[in-house]
C-alpha cells in the first residue's frame, strides 16, 4: 500500500477489513526492513510512511473497540 490513507477513510471501514489491511501493512514494513538491510531500498521515506498508517490503522481499530464497548455497557 504506497499511498497513505487518512483517518476519515479508515472510519468507514469495517473492524475485520481494518484488520486485514493492517496485516498487509505489517508484512509490507517487514519487506521494506529487508531491503533497508540489503542496501536495496531506494526511497526510505516509506518506512516511516508506513509506520504512520499502521498507527492510523491502530486507531481507527482501537476506536472502534472503545465505541462497542460502550454500546455493551
Known amino acids: 500500500m504506497s ?3 487518512k483517518y476519515a477513510d ?3 471501514k469495517g473492524k475485520e477489513e481494518l484488520q ?3 496485516k498487509e501493512l505489517k508484512v509490507g ?3 521494506l526492513r529487508f531491503e533497508l ?3 536495496t531500498l531506494k526511497d526510505f521515506s516509506q518506512i516511516n510512511k508506513t509506520k504512520k498508517d499502521i498507527a492510523r490503522f491502530l486507531t481507527a481499530i ?3 473497540l472503545l465505541i462497542q464497548n460502550g454500546k455493551n455497557k
Open 3 to 5: 499511498n497513505t490513507m
Open 10 to 12: 479508515l472510519q468507514n
Open 20 to 22: 486485514e489491511m493492517l
Open 29 to 31: 514494513l517487514g519487506k
Open 37 to 39: 538491510a540489503n542496501k
Open 62 to 64: 482501537n476506536s472502534k
